[in-house]
């Protein structure tokens, strides 16, 4: 069974490709933040070491870790951002490295699909046998996040200033995925690609 990294920037259209894939029986798909999600509810080992680290007022009315409220915690300070990520991306990866060995044994499926925005920063390149990139032309990303998420230029502007840029990705990545034009065609050259793979 293969592993495939699947990363790209905001506004790139990850969770439509990812979507794609899930069509596919012998396709097994994780998303790292929906795991990340998971790992921080109420009663778990990352819940008790978050709320330990920034206190209660990151816990929501009904005790879970309110992400929003977190957020506007962490960003305000790089070495408590630092300290919570390390907690959680430790545990995601091993999450992620039980959930995969589940799956081979499984023998139900040909690939492992891994989507994470942060998969070259937390180095999923050591644990993937490829990493692709869905690439999307600068100003298909803006123009989709304005009509999709409302955002402004400045915050767009934001958030891709903090993101890794188009030659670092395609430099860490085997395969480069274009998703600037019309999404069927993005499928088509996706399902193309992978007629070849067998796990």
């Known amino acids: 069974m293969k592993m495939i990294g699947i990363t790209g920037g905001v506004g790139a259209g990850k969770s439509a490709v990812i979507d794609h894939l899930k069509e596919n029986p012998r396709f097994l798909v994780r998303k790292a933040d929906e795991i990340g999600h998971l790992l921080m509810e109420k009663g778990t080992e990352v819940f008790s070491k978050i709320t330990e ?3 209660e007022e990151v816990i929501s009315e009904d005790g879970n870790i309110d992400r929003t409220r977190m957020g506007a915690v962490i960003f305000k300070d790089p070495l408590i951002t630092e300290k919570v990520n390390n907690i959680i991306h430790p545990a995601v990866r ?11 044994l499984s023998g139900r499926y040909d690939i492992y699909f891994l989507e994470a925005a942060l998969l070259i920063e937390c180095g999923y390149d050591k644990i993937c046998d490829e990493l692709w990139y869905i690439y999307t032309a600068p100003e298909v990303r803006r123009e989709r996040l304005k009509i999709s998420r409302g955002y402004s230029d400045e915050k767009i502007d934001d958030i891709m200033g903090r993101q890794l ?32 793979y067998k796990g």
């Open 53 to 55: 680290l920034l206190g």
């Open 94 to 104: 091993e999450y992620i490295m039980e959930d995969k060995e589940k799956a081979r």
């Open 165 to 196: 840029q188009n030659d670092e990705f395609i430099k860490a990545c085997s395969r480069v995925i274009d998703n600037s034009g019309d999404i069927g065609e993005t499928f088509k050259n996706l399902d193309r690609v992978l007629s070849g």
